[in-house]
């Protein structure tokens, strides 16, 4: 997957990015909330040898040997058991050395001592404490129990005074691990969901495997107060018209089969009607066939296609003009009656009738529709248009383009439909436009 992909997937996915790193914020934000408040105190000291029998040189290095070993004292019962005595504490010593720690910054003469407890008093009070009965125990080790006669002595130089603020938890901390671990959880899902449920909404969802160009886009329908196409629409179906005849190096086909894609909808239904409508305006005389389209309950049956393959009907018996110049043919009402296979036989035959009384017929079929079906009309069909509804699983298309390969049909191209409109009402008006019928005289 390429770069611009990943975008266009995190554009449309926004949404889900912005709430996933919204609630990480949230959950870092209740947890640190929620946490026990730790604080921490630090009292500082200096080790200082002072031998008269040796040089100063000789008694900073005597200290630097010895200085190493002392932070491991703070964690002995000597300077412990004192500490609890002092503050009157119930904790162990198991207890208050997890609270405690010391360490020696590298070529140093100085011993941090560090403590941690529930409160910034209670943290300063253990710090200064331990730091306190160290300095004993480190005199008495070292060969004196007071200041005067001992070799090596310890001063508190940094007492620890109560901490302005909980060491932990790290709110800061935690809120920016939580933005992170929500916008990375946020950008994985709209990854997985946009690769694994990708719909076609626009041209750059179409599949790589799909090598089909996208003739046009039509959002609209038509007005419902007039029933005439808005001038948005009307503009959509013209731009399509000219991408078909480019493709067709300036000729219409005559017999254009349209599929369609996706759940049907009324932009699907609309669709043949409309466009037939377009290429009647360009003074091309055009028939219109929706092999989709079932007669209604309770609506008077029409003498149709199915009935001219029964052979009781002829041709001139089931046309019927429309309002926009056009002609239809409608399924009939002998559909029951014929086979698939003899309308396959048949229903060939009967378009190149059409074929040579008309300039353009369109025929609009799915893979089950009968008695045409996509089958029976793709291969005899100079032009093949797929209608893709907008929302339609790129899977869907993908499964529809190669089942037209398998028979040895390439799509002409896609139409898009439905979807946003590009912008708001306009007014309603209809398209004109002059093409050439294909070798017609």
């Known amino acids: 997957m390429e770069l611009n992909e990943y975008g266009r997937i995190f554009r449309r996915r926004w949404v889900l990015i912005l709430v996933s790193t919204l609630v990480g914020l949230l959950l870092a934000g209740i947890a640190s909330g929620l946490a026990d408040r730790t604080y921490e105190a630090k009292a500082d000291l200096f080790i200082r040898a002072?031998?008269?029998a040796s040089s100063s040189f000789e008694n900073s290095q005597f200290v630097l040997q010895r200085v190493k070993s002392y932070p491991d004292l703070v964690d002995s019962p000597q300077v412990l058991t004192p500490v609890l005595q002092e503050l009157e504490s119930s904790m162990t010593l198991a207890e208050i050395r997890e609270k405690v720690s010391a360490s020696n910054p590298p070529e140093t003469v100085y011993v941090n001592v560090v403590a941690s407890a529930g409160t910034a008093q209670e943290a300063a009070a253990l710090a200064n404490s331990v730091a306190s009965n160290l300095r004993d125990v480190i005199r008495q080790l070292e060969g004196g129990d007071t200041t005067r006669n001992a070799?090596?002595?310890a001063f508190i130089t940094v007492p620890a005074f109560a901490p302005t603020s909980a060491s932990t938890p790290n709110t800061v901390l935690n809120l920016a691990m939580?933005?992170?671990?929500?916008?990375t959880a946020g950008l994985i899902a709209a990854v997985i969901l946009g690769v694994g449920?990708?719909?076609?909404?626009?041209s750059g969802d179409l599949p790589r495997s799909?090598?089909?160009?996208?003739?046009?886009?039509?959002?609209?329908?038509?007005?419902r107060s007039s029933g005439v196409l808005a001038q948005e629409t009307a503009l959509q179906y013209r731009e399509l018209m000219t991408s078909l005849l480019i493709k067709r190096g300036g000729q219409l086909p005559r017999l254009l089969m349209v599929t369609a894609v996706g759940q049907r909808n009324d932009a699907q239904d609309a669709f043949g009607n409309q466009f037939a409508g377009l290429i009647g305006d360009s003074g091309a005389r055009t028939c219109v066939i929706d092999a989709t389209q079932a007669r209604s309950d309770g609506a008077e049956a029409e003498l149709g296609f199915s009935d001219v393959l029964v052979g009781e009907a002829t041709l001139n018996d089931v046309l019927a003009a429309t309002d926009s110049g056009t002609y239809r043919i409608p399924m009939?009402?002998?559909?029951?009656?014929?086979?698939?296979?003899?309308?396959?036989?048949?229903?060939?035959s009967i378009l190149k009738e059409l074929d040579d009384a008309f300039d353009v017929t369109l025929v609009r079929t799915a893979y089950d529709?009968?008695?045409l079906t996509t089958w029976t009309v793709a291969p005899v069909a100079e032009a093949v248009l797929v209608l893709v509804s907008w929302g339609t699983p790129a899977a869907d298309l993908e499964d529809s383009v190669r089942e037209l390969q398998a028979?040895?049909?390439?799509?002409?191209?896609?139409?898009l439909l439905g979807g946003p409109r590009r912008s708001g009402g306009r007014a309603p008006g209809r398209a004109h436009l002059k093409v050439r019928a294909s070798g017609r005289a």
């Open 50 to 52: 002072d031998s008269e």
């Open 151 to 153: 070799a090596v002595e």
């Open 178 to 183: 939580g933005l992170l671990v929500g916008l």
């Open 197 to 202: 449920h990708r719909r076609i909404r626009s």
């Open 210 to 223: 799909i090598d089909v160009e996208v003739l046009g886009a039509v959002a609209g329908g038509a007005s």
């Open 332 to 348: 009939g009402t002998a559909t029951d009656r014929i086979s698939r296979s003899r309308a396959a036989r048949q229903g060939a």
């Open 369 to 371: 529709s009968h008695p």
């Open 407 to 415: 028979v040895g049909v390439e799509p002409l191209g896609l139409v």
